[in-house]
């Protein structure tokens, strides 16, 4: 057996395409959401995630606001900031980027923007409607884990699901979700008594632990869905000294000749951030307006 490559760059597109279709919609009636985005220092990676949201952001026909602060900016001026921001119509979501620095308390921060307009979903009032089932914006990576693992089998009744991290942006709202679709689940974590054993018995396997190669081949159940959230940058040596290259938190070369669809680092949950991300943000216009959500991304 040899797993289906669940090809995460090919949804995401399709995501993205239909999220550009309800923008459209809301275009004829006068309705173009926006989306703001604040960085505040100097970090790479940050950086690079801040570019490409607005690129995608302004492909999907939105409008893309950017704030990029100094590494000094105070908590106090910071929370003033996203306070401007609940204020503004013109503002549908908002999302602060993290890690931010030391001295500003990300939680602080983050309870402080309006729940109508947290697309990242982590306030705890979308926390809460999430896990009482009512509808709420949803963190970006579990939902586009969940679109994944949709895109192999459409309906997940009845899956004995295994989700391997316990995080509050990865691992409980995934599992939420999937209890949502019915499966029964599973929340481990690296102190789980018997890790492979339990993960042996996932129909649908998500790895959420942020180890590199952490689940090995022979905890994989034939045949079951494999969603791999683990970006992790090793050194490989076999490029060249000081080369790095991305692996998930599953050992893919072992995992794939035994699950049945599995998802590959990078291009698989990767590309989906920022489509339901997106998706989020045209969620959020269409529900601070009273408009329907489209059904194709509902």
């Keep these: ?19 550009a279709a309800g923008v459209r919609a809301l275009a004829a009636e006068g309705i173009v959401p926006g989306l703001a985005v604040v960085l505040v220092g100097d970090d790479p990676a940050s ?19 950017e704030y990029r602060l100094p590494a000094e900016t105070s908590e106090a001026e910071l929370l ?50 999430l896990a009482t089932g009512q509808a709420a914006l949803v963190p970006c990576t579990p939902l586009g884990c969940v679109i994944l693992a949709k895109s192999v089998r459409p309906d997940l009744a009845g899956l004995d699901a295994v989700v391997v991290g316990r995080s509050n942006i990865v691992g409980k709202p ?15 974590h690296s102190r789980t008594r018997d890790l492979p054993g339990l993960c042996r018995r996932a129909d649908l396997l998500v790895a959420a632990i942020g180890r590199p190669d952490f689940v090995r081949g022979d905890w994989i159940k034939p045949g ?22 991305l692996v998930g938190d599953v050992a893919f070369a072992e995992a ?16 989906m951030t920022i489509a339901c991300l997106l998706r989020n943000t045209l969620a959020a216009a269409a529900t601070r307006r009273g408009r329907p959500l489209p059904a194709d991304i509902a």
Aim: proline fraction near 6%; charged fraction near 20%.
């Design 224 to 245: 079951a869905i494999v969603i791999d959230v683990g970006i992790n940058r090793v050194a490989d040596p076999a490029t060249g000294e000081g080369k790095t290259r």
């Design 174 to 188: 995934v599992a939420q979700l999937l209890l949502a679709e019915h499966c029964t689940v599973t929340v481990a």
């Design 256 to 271: 794939a000749p035994v699950a049945g669809a599995i998802t590959p680092v990078p291009g698989g949950v990767g590309p």
């Design 80 to 129: 003033a900031l996203v306070a401007r921001l609940n204020a503004d119509e013109a503002v549908d979501g908002i999302l602060v980027q993290l890690p931010l620095p030391a001295a500003i308390d990300s939680g602080k921060v983050l309870l402080a923007i309006d729940p109508a307009k947290d697309v990242d979903g982590f306030h705890p009032v979308n926390a809460g409607r």
């Design 47 to 65: 950086r690079v995630y801040v570019r490409n949201k607005g690129a995608r952001t302004e492909e999907a026909g939105m409008r893309s606001l």
């Design 1 to 19: 057996m040899s797993a289906a490559i669940i090809d995460g760059a090919a949804i995401s597109a399709a995501l993205r395409a239909r999220v």
